[in-house]
Every structure is written in C-alpha cells, then in structure tokens.
C-alpha cells in the first residue's frame, strides 16, 4: 500500500505541470488519462485512482476542492462534440466519487462540499429536445439547465441524475 501511494504520488508530482492549477498533493493512479490539464484546478489533495479519464475542455474549466476523491474506471467528460463545449464542473472539499461513475459535463454541474457518490451513478446536464415527431432527435438540439448536488449529500449506488435536478443539502 505504502509503495502505491508513493508511485501515485510520483505520477500526480510529474502530471502537475500539465495542470492549471494543483494546490496540495495529487496522488494519480495507473493508466489515468487527464486532457485539457490546463483547465482543471486542484484546490487542495485530491487521489485519481487507475484507470480513469477526465477530459476538462469546457468553458469554464474545472475546480475541484480539497480532499477530493475520484474512483477507479470513472469518467469525467465535459464535451461531447468540439462545437458545443461543455460549460463547467465546480466539486466542493472533502468530495468522494467511487469506482465507475460517469459524470456528463455539458451544462454546468456543481457538486457540495462533504458529499459522497457510491459506485456506478451517472450524471447528465444535458437533455435532447423531442418535440416534434417529425424531425430526428439529433436535430431537435439540445437543452443544458445543469445539474446541483448540494453539501453532505449521500448519493448512492447506481443513481442517475438527470438535467435539471437540484438535489438539496444534507439529502
């Protein structure tokens, strides 16, 4: 465990250079795929665990708070397609997200400080527009209200949250 940690710290000191911002340690596992670095500040520690990707290009970037935690095999995706970028994700302190969760950034989405989000739960801000029969779905655009999650919520295994859900403090 001891020989992890410092091989994750090794990797998170020669990735920092990379980033836009990264205030305490980042502790970075195997196999970690981070894009658009420069768009991403850490405000604190924060451990990536293996095996995960995070692609930061949006318009407002990335911040995330100290102490934050992201599990192993999950994705952070703040774009889709270069002609709609994605607007930004702000996570709060003391935030851990567990092993495989997906996290759809095309709206804002802003997660509390002291929250914790069990394995395997997505997150969407964005909804396709299906008004009219007659038109593709793909070609109806595209709706972005966001997604909030509020301080010391408990969101736990397999959970999907959808655009436009504001869920409130201590849930």
């Not at 710290?9 to 990379?18: D, E, S, T, V």
């Not at 911040?63 to 002609?83: A, D, H, M, P």
């Not at 802003?110 to 395997?120: A, E, Q, Y």
Request: aromatic share 6%; charged share 25%; net charge positive.
């Amino acid at each position: 465990l001891i020989i992890k940690k410092i091989m994750m710290l090794i990797r998170g000191f020669l990735k920092k250079i990379f980033l836009g911002k990264a205030k305490g340690p980042l502790f970075l596992g195997k196999k970690c795929d981070i894009r658009c670095g420069k768009k991403i500040q850490f405000l604190g520690s924060a451990t990536i665990e293996d095996y995960t990707k995070i692609d930061a290009l949006s318009k407002q970037g990335m911040i995330i708070g100290n102490n934050f935690s992201l599990g192993r095999n999950s994705i952070i995706e703040c774009t889709g397609v270069l002609r709609e970028l994605g607007e930004g994700l702000e996570i709060g302190e003391n935030v851990g997200i567990a092993a495989n969760a997906f996290i759809a950034v095309r709206g804002n989405i802003k997660i509390g400080s002291n929250t914790i989000i069990g394995p395997n739960v997505s997150i969407h801000s964005e909804n396709h527009n299906f008004l009219d029969l007659d038109i593709p779905i793909r070609l109806q655009g595209a709706t972005r209200k966001g997604v909030i999650i509020g301080e010391d919520c408990w969101i736990g295994s397999k959970v999907t949250i959808l655009d436009g859900v504001n869920i409130g403090k201590k849930v």
